[in-house]
């Protein structure tokens, strides 16, 4: 009998031992990075601007995991794209997380941080998940998993680095210093990891996000500007200024590249690299650039993806078009929770566990993308500039359903008697078109808008836009040339507008009901409650006459 027993009892803990273990999970989600590096540079061909990038560790994750080439976010403005992307939902669906200034999470949706969390794993954060909003990184439970006592300079990487050469510091011995922080915290978030226990760690660097120092790119990376001539997008203007200053931003891309190579040796020094999901990308493009950050365009909208795991075959480049509130139902299914019924995202969990490249999921065929309020003060009577798109393999279709409207904000003051400076530009976002970031490329095309070689160029960037936009992506990969009205391309047109608007009344889109009024009335638009010291509670009035101070 004893013998049976011991038979018995080994089989059963045989049994659970041979059970999987659930993956770690780590996710580096970095603000305001887009489709950046040196390995969507190999995709792309010759001549384009990434050419110039070097991102060895986003390289590597790639090459020995998943590339995706189509890559998408919800809203491209941070808190609306990470509202969905926590929940596993289309931006429209997360209530007053749907906007940026005068967010409010209120808990009614679940999380899929807080979910792995009551299931057993260890979870932790460094810096930015949820924000600007109430409460302030809510869906990752607060600050009560923040682990940041080591430091936070990383998030002003060029700014603190030309800070501590200009100190005496070695160029290589200030950039260590600032990783050594980002390295001192994941190690204290692994030191309080109970034994045995997965964990999901997020890491959201803010380094990206303007702004950053000018002339870093070159001064810190070694990227010449002057590399860039020829391989811009003909969105932006091909001249001086604009390409340092998205040199500059390259730069921090190449910061966040060297943050992920810290995370891949810490996962090697103590055995867990294979055992644990890395995903890397960003939470939409580039800021206080034509067609990127606050708009439907690929290079707002587009982000880069990679997923290494060890349960996935590497070295595979996925063409399925997805969104990035897909990565809530897959972290959830390999943690081995059940996956909420009403999310409307779709796991990538059988994409990891394929062998196949290209197109691995036919019915992969489309993304949807919107947004309705970034800064509240962008327009006159606090209103919003409400857009949906859907994105297919050869076509992109935006409805801008108030055309009226200024798309990137009113214009304040550029035609009156106290226009804003040069300095106004580049450094104060809301002294005019506010939802597009200050900066060098955004004061250099408004200064040159009277310029007739460059006032087309202002016109798309900052123009008021049709109710539709039809573009031919097989043809005009910028998306630079508007078919709405071709004759030739009706039938796409109409065929897209129905897709897209079935999807956004099969899943309540709030913008499809008595036209839009949730988000035209407060709190959803209108002032928010007080001023801050972004100049939050400054009416547009305010704006037109004075500017922010």
Same mark, same amino acid.
């Given at each position: 009998?004893?013998?049976? /027993? ?13 059970? *999987? ?91 899929? *941080? ?137 730069? #921090?891309?190449?910061? /966040? ?32 650039? *034509? ?28 063409? $399925? ?54 800064? #509240? ?91 539709? #936009? ?26 897209? #507008? ?10 309540? $889109? ?40």
């Amino acid at each position: 009998m004893r013998y049976f /027993l011991f038979l018995f009892v080994c089989g059963v803990a045989s049994a659970f031992s041979a059970e *999987p273990r659930r993956p770690n999970i780590l996710f580096a989600f970095a603000d305001d990075w887009g489709r950046h590096a040196s390995a969507y540079a190999k995709l792309d061909g010759p001549g384009s601007a990434n050419d110039v990038l070097r991102t060895p560790n986003f390289d590597r994750i790639a090459a020995e995991g998943v590339l995706f080439r189509r890559a998408f976010v919800s809203a491209p403005s941070c808190t609306p794209c990470r509202s969905a992307l926590l929940t596993g939902r289309h931006f429209w669906q997360t209530g007053r997380g749907a906007i940026l200034r005068g967010a409010v999470w209120d808990g009614s949706l679940p999380a899929y *941080p807080l979910m792995l969390q009551e299931a057993g794993y260890h979870i932790g954060k460094m810096y930015k998940v949820w924000g600007p909003g109430t409460p302030a990184n809510a869906p990752y439970g607060g600050q009560k998993f923040a682990y940041e006592k080591a430091g936070s300079r990383f998030n002003s990487f060029s700014g603190n680095v030309t800070k501590l050469v200009a100190s005496g510091t070695a160029l290589d011995a200030a950039k260590a210093e600032l990783l050594g922080e980002v390295g001192a915290n994941f190690d204290a978030f692994l030191a309080a990891r109970p034994a045995d226990a997965p964990f999901c760690f997020w890491f959201g660097p803010t380094n990206s996000h303007r702004k950053w120092q000018r002339g870093s790119g070159k001064a810190l990376w070694g990227i010449n500007p002057d590399d860039l001539k020829g391989k811009l997008p003909p969105f932006l203007p091909d001249v001086p200024e604009v390409r340092e200053d998205l040199a500059d931003y390259f730069g #921090e891309a190449m910061a /966040l590249d060297a943050a992920l190579g810290v995370f891949l040796q810490k996962l090697a020094a103590i055995g867990e690299l294979d055992n644990t999901i890395i995903v890397v990308s960003g939470d939409h493009g580039a800021p206080g650039f *034509p067609h990127g950050k606050c708009n439907l365009y690929d290079f707002g909208a587009g982000v880069g993806l990679a997923i290494r795991w060890g349960g996935a075959k590497g070295g595979r480049v996925v063409d $399925d078009l997805v969104s990035l509130p897909d990565l809530a139902p897959t972290f959830l299914e390999l943690g081995g929770v059940k996956v909420p019924a009403d999310m409307s995202a779709h796991s990538l969990v059988n994409i990891l566990r394929s062998e196949k490249s290209g197109i691995v999921e036919p019915t992969r065929d489309a993304v949807f993308i919107g947004r309705e309020r970034h800064v #509240e003060n962008a327009r006159d009577g606090w209103l919003p500039y409400p857009q949906r798109a859907i994105r297919t393999r050869d076509h992109a279709l935006i409805i801008n359903f108030h055309p009226e409207r200024w798309p990137l904000g009113e214009p304040y003051r550029l035609d009156s008697a106290n226009p804003p400076t040069v300095k106004e530009l580049t450094e104060q976002t809301r002294t005019t078109i506010p939802d597009d970031d200050a900066g060098p490329t955004k004061a250099w095309l408004i200064t040159q808008r009277a310029d007739p070689q460059w006032q087309a160029a202002y016109e798309r960037a900052y123009g008021k836009r049709p109710r539709i #936009e039809l573009y031919d992506l097989t043809r005009d990969p910028h998306q630079m040339r508007n078919l709405a009205e071709d004759p030739a391309h009706a039938e796409t047109r109409t065929a897209l #507008e129905k897709r897209l608007l079935d999807e956004l009344r099969r899943t309540g $889109d709030p913008r499809m009901v008595d036209d839009g009024k949730f988000f035209e009335t407060p709190p959803m638009a209108g002032p928010l409650a007080g001023p801050d010291k972004e100049g939050g509670g400054v009416s547009p009035e305010a704006l037109r006459r004075d500017g922010v101070k």
